[in-house]
C-alpha cells in the first residue's frame, strides 16, 4: 500500500500537518502535541550538544601538549565539568526518550498523544529550567567538582557556584520522572486496538524499559542532592567527614543513580537499532522477544552494580566481588542483543543506507566500549584502570559510540517523517564515515594511556603521554568536522524542499502509514493492529486496517482525498 | 621512561603481571569475539545486500536453541573472567605480616610520607627492593588516590578515615606516582614518584638525614603534651581505659557491642571521644577534632600500637 511512490504529490505542502497546523512561539511553547514537545527537546539537546562539544574542543586543544597553554588548571576543571555536565544530563539522558521518543511512541502504538500531554510539556520546562540553572551557573563563575560532584569537595571546598549547578541537575530530574511516567501509562494504557505487547516495535520495549529506570532511579539523585543541600545549610553530617558524615556514602547514592543513568541513555538506542536493522534488512528481528527482555534484563540489572565504581574507595573486599559478579551478568543480555541484531541481517534484504551506516557503525563502536567494560568489571584489573584514561575511552565508546550513533541513526531514520524532509543521503555518508573514524582516532589512543596510567581530569601530564593525545586531538578534528557536515546537511534539508513521501525506506510500523509530517492528531481514525511492527514479507498486508469498515484504503489516504 | 611512545607500562612489582596477564586474556577474548562479530555482519551485508528494491525476504523464526547458546558461552566465559579476577583480588587485598609499614598523608596538593624510623619526604616515596610494604592512607581535606602504575595499583585517600594498601616492588628504578582522583585546582599536580632501592641502600637512606624522633618517640612526645596520660594510666585505675595492650584486641563498648580496636578505631575515638566509648567509662573526654594533623594523630595511633607491641 503506502510506498513512496503512492502519494509524493505536490498538494503535500498544503495538508495539515502538526508543522502549520498553528503558528507563532505561542503555538510551539504552550503546545500540548507530543511530536511538538519532541521538536522543542530537539533543539533544546541540540543546543547542549553544540556547549557541551565546544568545551570538548577546548579540552582536546589543552591535551595537545603536556603542558598548561591554552588554559590555567581552574579553567581546565571547568571545561571537564561542564562538558559533562551539559552532555550528560541535558542531552544523553533526554536525546533519545525526549526527542524520538516523544514524537514516536505514541505513533508506533496507534495513539494520538501521550496519556498525559500537560505533564509532557511540563517535563519540557523541567528541562528548560534546569538548563537554565546551569548555564547560569556556568557563565557566572563556572563549577570545577567533575559532573560526578564527589563530596567533600563539592560541598566544602569548592565554588559557591555548585549548589546552583547541583539545584539545575535536581530540577531537570524531575523531567525525566515525568518523562518516564508518561511513557509507561501511554504504553500501557493507550495502544491502539490489536496492537499487543509482542507487537510493540522494539523501539517501544525499549522506551518503556528506560522509562522504568528513569521512575526507579532519578528520585535517588534527587534525595542525594537534597541530603548534600541539608548539609550545607543546616550542617547535619551526611557526608563530611568534619561532621560525622561519611563521603563515601554520597558515592554509593550518585552511583545509585548514575549508573543505571548509563542505560537510561544507552538502552532507548538498543530500540532505535533494532527498528532501523530490521527495516533494511527487511526482516523480522532475530529473537524479538529475546532482545525485548534483554533490555528489560538490563534496566533491572542495572541497579545492582553500582559498587563497580567504588572497588578503589576501600569498601568491603566481598561487597567489590559481588559488584564485580553482577556486572558481569550483564555481559550477557547485552551479547544477546548483538548476537541477534548481527543475526537479522543473515538471508535478509540489506541496503546500505545512511541509517543503516550508523546502525553499522553503533555496533562496532558499542561491541568495544561493551567488551573494554569487561576488562573495568574484572577487579584486579579495575584497580589499575579506575580513574585513567581507559575508564574515559570506555564510556564514551558507550556513550558516543553507542548512544549518539544509535541516536544519529533514529535521527536520519525518521527524519523525513519528522520534516517531511529528505536529506543528501551522499553528504550523510560521508559525514557517517568522518564521525566513525574521527570517533575511533579520538577514544582508541585513549585506552593505551589509560592502561599506561595516564589519570584522567589531568591538564598537565607526562611528556612520553603526548604522542597518543596527539592522535586523540586529530581524532577529535575529524569527528568536528563529521558532525559539523551532519548539522549543514540536516539543516540545509529544510530548505532544498524535497518532500518524503510517507514512507521512503518502505519501512513498516504504524508510523510509516501516515503521512510525513504526521497530521496534528497522527491519525484522523483509530488503527486496528493485525500484524506486527516487523511484518516485512508481506509487502501488501499492512500492519494495520483502518477503522471505519467501509473504507478500504489506509489512513494517509483518507487524508489525502478530504484535503484534495 | 625517556620511550616518546609507549604502549605498555614497566612492570615493576609482583602485582604487575598478574593484573597483564588478566588483561592480555580478555584482550584476546575481547579481539574474538569483535572480530567474529564484525565479520559476520560484513559477510551477511554482502552476501545478502539487496539486488532488487521488490526484494521480500523470507522470514525467520528464531531459535530458543541457538539464543540460549549464546547466552550461555558468554555467561561461562564471564564468569571465569570473574573468578580470575577475583581471585587475583583476593590475593591482592591482605597486605603479608612480614610487610614494613609507611604512613601517607594526602592534602591538595601533596603527598607528605613518614617512615617509621622518623624519616619524611614530600611527594617522594623510598621503599626497598623485593619487601612488601603496607601504606596507611589518611586525608587532611578531600578525596584522593594514590596510584603507581607501574605497580598496577591504587587505593583512594579519604578523608576521615584510613585506608590501607600494600605491594611489593620487584625492579630498582624511579615510577610515576599520581594522584587519580580528582581533588581540586592543582590535581593534576599532585604527582610525585617512587624510588624503589636495594635494600641496603634503602637502610642507609633511612639512617641519613637529621630528624633523630621516631614515630613511635614523637607519638609519646605528643602523648604527654597533650596530657592523654593523666586519664589514661599505665594501671587500671585511671579515668580512661588503659591503653597498653588494646591495639588489635575487642574491647566492649557501653552499648554492649563489641569492637575491634584498629587504627580507624583509635583514630575515631580521639576525634570523637563520644562515639564509642569503652564500656564502664563515663564519657568525658574532650574531643581533639580539628587540633591534631593528620601526621600527628598517626603518629600518637604508633604509639598507642607500640604499647600493645612490647607484650
Known amino acids: 500500500m503506502t510506498t513512496d511512490t503512492a502519494i509524493t504529490t505536490p498538494t503535500d505542502s498544503r495538508r495539515v500537518h502538526y508543522l502549520n497546523a498553528s503558528y507563532g512561539i505561542k503555538s510551539w511553547l504552550l503546545t500540548l502535541d507530543h511530536k511538538r514537545i519532541g521538536i522543542l527537546y530537539l533543539v533544546m539537546t541540540t543546543v547542549f550538544f553544540i556547549i557541551g562539544g565546544v568545551f570538548a574542543t577546548l579540552i582536546r586543544l589543552e591535551l595537545l601538549t603536556p603542558q598548561a597553554d591554552v588554559v590555567e588548571a581552574a579553567t581546565y576543571n571547568k571545561l571537564f565539568t561542564m562538558h559533562g555536565v551539559a552532555m550528560i544530563f541535558f542531552f544523553l539522558i533526554p536525546a533519545v526518550p525526549a526527542v524520538l521518543g516523544n514524537f514516536l511512541l505514541p505513533i508506533q502504538i496507534g495513539a494520538r498523544d501521550v496519556a498525559f500531554p500537560k505533564i509532557n510539556l511540563l517535563s519540557w520546562y523541567c528541562f528548560m529550567a534546569g538548563g537554565t540553572l546551569a548555564t547560569v551557573a556556568i557563565i557566572m563563575g563556572g563549577v570545577d567538582t567533575g559532573w560526578t560532584f564527589y563530596t567533600p569537595y563539592s560541598s566544602t571546598y569548592s565554588s559557591f557556584y555548585v549548589p546552583l549547578a547541583l539545584t539545575g541537575v535536581f530540577i531537570n530530574g524531575f523531567s525525566s520522572i515525568l518523562t518516564g511516567v508518561n511513557f509507561l501509562t501511554t504504553v500501557h494504557k493507550m495502544r491502539a486496538p490489536g496492537m499487543t505487547w509482542f507487537r510493540l516495535p522494539l523501539f517501544v520495549w525499549a522506551q518503556y524499559a528506560t522509562s522504568i529506570i528513569m521512575i526507579l532511579g532519578t528520585p535517588v539523585i534527587a534525595i542525594t542532592l537534597l541530603l548534600v543541600a541539608l548539609e550545607n545549610v543546616f550542617g547535619i553530617g551526611i557526608f563530611n567527614p568534619d561532621l560525622g558524615g561519611d563521603p563515601i556514602l554520597f558515592q554509593h547514592m550518585f552511583w545509585f543513580y548514575s549508573h543505571p543513568a548509563v542505560y537510561i541513555m544507552i538502552v532507548p538506542g538498543f530500540g532505535v537499532i533494532s527498528d532501523v536493522i530490521a527495516c533494511f534488512a527487511r526482516k523480522r528481528i532475530y529473537g524479538y522477544s529475546f532482545v525485548a527482555f534483554s533490555s528489560l534484563a538490563i534496566a533491572l540489572l542495572g541497579f545492582l552494580v553500582w559498587g563497580h565504581h567504588m572497588f578503589t574507595t576501600g569498601q568491603s573486599m566481598y561487597a567489590s566481588m559481588v559488584f564485580s559478579f553482577l556486572s558481569f551478568l550483564i555481559a550477557v543480555p547485552t551479547a544477546v542483543k548483538i548476537f541477534n541484531w548481527t543475526a537479522t541481517l543473515y538471508k535478509g534484504s540489506v541496503s546500505m543506507e545512511c541509517p543503516m551506516y550508523y546502525a553499522m557503525g553503533f555496533i562496532g563502536l558499542f561491541l568495544i566500549g561493551g567488551l573494554t567494560g569487561l576488562f573495568l568489571s574484572t577487579i584486579a584489573i579495575d584497580i589499575h584502570l579506575h580513574d585513567t584514561y581507559f575508564v574515559v575511552a570506555h564510556f564514551h565508546f558507550v556513550m558516543v559510540g553507542g548512544m549518539v550513533m544509535a541516536y544519529l541513526a533514529g535521527l536520519h531514520f525518521w527524519w523525513p517523517k519528522i520534516t517531511g524532509c529528505t536529506y543528501s543521503e551522499g553528504w550523510a555518508k560521508v559525514s557517517a564515515v568522518l564521525i566513525f573514524f574521527g570517533f575511533n582516532l579520538t577514544f582508541l589512543p585513549q585506552f593505551v594511556l589509560g592502561y599506561l596510567g595516564m589519570p584522567r581530569r589531568y591538564h598537565v601530564y607526562p611528556e612520553e603521554f603526548q604522542v597518543l593525545n596527539v592522535m586523540s586531538t586529530a581524532g577529535a578534528t575529524i569527528l568536528a568536522a563529521g558532525y559539523a557536515v551532519l548539522f549543514t546537511y540536516l539543516i540545509l534539508s529544510l530548505f532544498m524542499n524535497r518532500r518524503a513521501g510517507p514512507n521512503p525506506w518502505r519501512a513498516k510500523g504504524l508510523e510509516w502509514e501516515i503521512p510525513s509530517p504526521p497530521g496534528p492528531h497522527n491519525f484522523d481514525v483509530t488503527p486496528i493492529v493485525t500484524a506486527e511492527a516487523y511484518a516485512y514479507d508481506e509487502e501488501d498486508v499492512t500492519p494495520a486496517t483502518p477503522g471505519a469498515p467501509d473504507e478500504g484504503s489506509p489512513i494517509p489516504r483518507e487524508a489525502e482525498r478530504t484535503e484534495a | ?311
Request: glycine share 8%; with cysteine; aromatic share 12%.
Open chain 2, 1 to 311: 621512561m625517556s620511550d616518546n611512545f609507549p604502549l605498555f607500562p614497566e612492570q615493576a612489582s609482583t602485582f604487575a603481571w598478574q593484573v597483564d596477564y588478566l588483561y592480555f586474556l580478555l584482550l584476546g577474548l575481547s579481539a574474538f569475539f569483535a572480530v567474529a562479530v564484525v565479520f559476520f555482519l560484513v559477510l551477511f551485508s554482502f552476501k545478502y545486500r539487496r539486488r532488487s528494491e521488490d526484494e521480500r525476504p523470507r522470514p525467520i523464526e528464531g531459535s530458543v536453541a541457538l539464543e540460549v547458546t549464546w547466552s550461555i558461552i558468554p555467561l561461562i566465559l564471564s564468569l571465569a573472567v570473574f573468578s580470575l579476577g577475583a581471585g587475583a583480588f583476593f590475593r591482592m587485598y591482605r597486605a603479608p605480616e612480614n610487610a614494613i609499614d609507611i604512613y601517607v598523608v594526602g592534602k591538595q596538593w601533596m603527598w607528605k610520607i613518614q617512615h617509621p624510623e622518623g624519616k619524611r619526604e614530600i611527594n617522594e616515596l623510598h621503599v626497598p627492593v623485593n619487601q612488601p610494604v603496607r601504606l596507611t592512607l589518611a586525608s587532611e581535606d578531600v578525596i584522593h588516590s594514590f596510584f603507581i602504575p607501574a605497580f598496577r595499583t591504587k587505593k583512594d585517600v579519604v578523608p576521615g578515615r584510613y585506608n590501607t594498601m600494600w605491594f611489593e616492588a620487584t625492579k630498582v628504578g624511579e615510577y610515576h606516582l599520581f594522584c587519580a582522583e580528582y581533588c581540586g585546582t592543582q590535581h593534576s599536580g599532585m604527582v610525585g614518584r617512587v624510588v624503589v632501592m636495594e635494600q641496603e641502600e634503602f637502610q642507609n637512606w633511612l639512617s641519613g638525614g637529621v630528624s633523630g624522633e621516631t614515630m613511635v618517640e614523637a607519638g609519646a612526645r605528643q602523648f604527654q603534651q597533650l596530657g592523654c596520660e593523666t586519664c589514661h594510666k599505665e594501671s587500671d585505675q585511671g579515668r580512661g581505659p588503659k591503653l597498653s595492650g588494646i591495639y588489635g584486641h575487642l574491647v566492649k563498648l557501653t552499648t554492649g557491642q563489641e569492637v575491634v580496636a584498629d587504627e580507624d578505631y583509635l583514630r575515631n575515638s580521639i576525634l570523637d571521644p563520644g562515639s564509642q566509648v569503652v564500656g564502664g567509662y563515663k564519657p568525658i573526654m574532650p574531643t581533639f577534632q580539628g587540633q591534631l594533623s593528620e601526621e600527628t594523630l598517626l603518629q600518637i595511633i604508633s604509639y598507642i600500637r607500640s604499647l600493645s607491641d612490647s607484650e
